[in-house]
Each structure stands twice: as C-alpha cells, then as structure tokens.
C-alpha cells in the first residue's frame, strides 16, 4: 500500500491548509471573483485566483520564472519538513517528482508576445518545465516528468508517482500539479461555449459550463506507513470525442470501478464521493448517472468546484488534497451550494448532499474527468487490513 505523508496546498479557498478548512467549511471562496481583462470581447468572468505574495523564484533559477512554478513553491512550503526528510532518508536519486499542468508558463509566452514579460525564457511555457523546475530546486537526482492530459493531469501524477514506487524506481515520490490563470484557456473555454457567464453551479437547473481556477497541490507518497493511504486508482481512456464525455459514461464507470477494486472496497464502502461536478449541463448529466448506476443515492457526494474554479490540470491533486484535509481534520462534508441556483431535479439521484454531514466511512473517491475521454479515480482514506 501507498501512504501519504504530507501534503500542501493553495487555491482560491486561501493560502495555506488551515485557512483552505476554515473557508471549505464556511463555503465561502475570498478568491473567487468576478473579473476584468481576461476575455477578448472585453466581458468579466468569474475566476478563482490565489490571493496574496508567492515566493520567488531563485535567481539562479530564472529561466523557470513563471506564476505556475511560484504557486508550487507556495504549495511545497506547507511540506518542506517532510521532503526534506524523505531525501536525508532516502537520498536524492530515490525521490521521485511527477506533477500535472495543462498550462505551465503560458500565461508568460502570452505576455511575452505582447512585449510585457521582460526576461522571457521559452523554457518557462514548456510543459515539462514543473518537474524539472522542481527537481532543480530541490536538487533531485531520481525520476522527474510532467503529465499533461487536461483536466486528469495531476491525478494521472499521483498515480505514476504510486507505480514509480511499487515498481522500485523510487522510494518517494513527490506528485500533484500545478495551473495558473492565463488567457488562452479561459477564451479557449469561452469558444466552445463552456465558460459561465456568472458563479458556476455544478448540478443547477440552469448550470452554463465552468468558472476557471488557479492552484497548486503537492502530496508526499511513501511506502512506510501513514495514517492516511492513497487506497486505490483507476484510470481509462474511451477516446469518445475531443471535448465532450461519452454519452453514457463508459470511461468514467471503467475508472471507477478500477479504484475500487484496487482498493478491495465495495461501493458501500465509500464514504463520500468528491465529483468531477464541472457545471457543463453533459458533464454534470453523465457523471450523475454514472455515481447513480454505481452506488445509488446511498454515498453522499458533491463538486468543490464552485469554491476552487475549475483548476484544469490542478484538478486531480487539489481535490485529492481536500479529501487529504476533510480525513485528518474530521471536516463536515463539502454540501452543494444551491442558494443562488435551484438544483436540477432532472438528473438521477446521486446522494448529492444540500448541507454539511459528518463523514459516515474514512474513505473519499475523487473523480477528474478531461477532454479526449481522460478519466481517473483516486480513493483516499483510512489504511483498512
């Protein structure tokens, strides 16, 4: 089994875990806001930024200059105890680094092409740049490389990083992922009619598409065991169409039910379900009967994504993480927030909670869903024998 030793954070809920619990709990996101400047046709759009200074980059590191890598920084700060123990421990040829971006630096090539980035490096936009930013600032030697499938990228991470450590290659492995704010998403969103024109609403009867999200997550995965355990991973590709999900969910049940028998748990054996939950009126449609085809209405179960924005490659590792958060703290549940959309009523029942519960069973299920029929499932919770 795979542990998780630490882990660390920070989007538009707050900068660190302790502020993330308090404003999970109050359902209340201070970085989630309407703004200016971002869309061609001039329109605000509301957008989850991370609010407050970053750390800065090196300046021997400069080449890897980019907001993206300032929000891992601020995300591995929160765990610098830990990585730094995992390598006195194990050495640097033995940690691991995999991490998931769907953007890395192209907010900076767009500025740069607009004569407003001075410094510019083209190093910054690639999207191996993460890890290997990473790797270079912690002075890594051992297997280091960046995913990128969309919206599934850093959940894909976590789970390279549990194989690179079942298959020997490391010891450790620090995984997650990282997307900042940038131009070409949000209008590439807006094109395809699937950008909100106000708060998102995940399962609303009137839902629009998604609110866009910056954040950075980082989890230390280990062998040696840990109070909290990634239990299982499932993963698919059905490859239906560029952009929209299969019609009846093949790839995403495929995952599903993947991570739980790798998990050795049943469907009742879970004990809430963190959905893909996007606010696109497909999306929300097929994963609903999905969970419903799956595990009835009997999991509670609801998407965080109006309190993070949707945070693209993030995704996977940001709510892994609050499933992390909700297990060591004893959280309540993340209810869906209907107060200012009434809920679709049209969709099958899924357990979709309306108010804060105590979570019943130490186990969480994570849904991350991406373009090209990308689906992953991660299980977080409690070691069981």
Avoid at 253 to 278: C, F, K, S, W
């Amino acid at each position: 089994m795979i542990y998780i030793s630490a882990f660390g954070m920070v989007n538009a809920l707050g900068n660190n875990l302790a502020q993330i619990a308090v404003q999970l709990q109050a359902g209340e996101a201070p970085g989630m806001q309407p703004r200016d400047g971002w869309l061609q046709d001039g329109k605000r759009c509301w957008l989850g930024e991370v609010q407050g200074a970053l750390p800065l980059i090196p300046a021997a590191l400069a080449a890897h200059n980019t907001r993206n890598n300032q929000l891992l920084l601020a995300a591995l700060a929160q765990i610098r105890p830990a990585v730094d123990a995992a390598i006195a421990q194990h050495g640097r040829e033995r940690v691991a680094i995999v991490l998931g971006t769907s953007t890395s630096g192209v907010d900076e090539g767009d500025r740069q092409v607009d004569d407003t980035l001075p410094g510019y490096d083209y190093r910054m936009q690639e999207l191996g740049d993460p890890s290997r930013f990473l790797a270079h600032y912690l002075e890594l030697d051992g297997p280091a490389y960046t995913i990128s499938t969309a919206c599934s990228s850093s959940a894909r991470a976590i789970i390279s990083g549990q194989r690179l450590i079942d298959a020997g290659l490391a010891d450790v492995a620090l995984v997650g992922g990282a997307d900042s704010l940038s131009r070409m998403p949000i209008n590439g969103f807006a094109s395809l009619d699937s950008l909100s024109e106000g708060h998102c609403a995940p399962f609303s009867a009137d839902r629009d598409g998604i609110s866009i999200g910056e954040a950075a997550a980082l989890l230390l995965l280990t062998r040696e065991q840990q109070p909290l355990a990634l239990l299982g991973c499932g993963e698919s590709s059905d490859a239906w169409h560029m952009s929209a999900p299969h019609p009846e969910g093949v790839g995403a049940e495929r995952a599903m039910l993947m991570a739980l028998q790798q998990a050795g748990l049943q469907p009742q054996d879970v004990g809430y379900i963190n959905l893909h939950g996007t606010a696109t009126p497909l999306n929300d449609q097929v994963e609903s009967a999905v969970i419903h085809r799956l595990f009835g209405d009997r999991v509670p179960c609801s998407s965080t994504k109006h309190l993070t924005g949707h945070t693209l490659g993030a995704a996977g590792a940001t709510e892994a993480a609050l499933a992390a958060l909700i297990l060591q703290h004893h959280l309540p549940l993340p209810p869906q927030d209907f107060s200012q959309a009434a809920r679709d009523t049209s969709l099958p029942e899924c357990g979709l909670i309306t108010a804060p519960q105590p979570l019943a069973r130490p186990v969480i299920a994570s849904n991350s869903f991406a373009f090209g029929g990308n689906n992953t499932c991660l299980i977080v919770g409690k070691p069981h024998e």
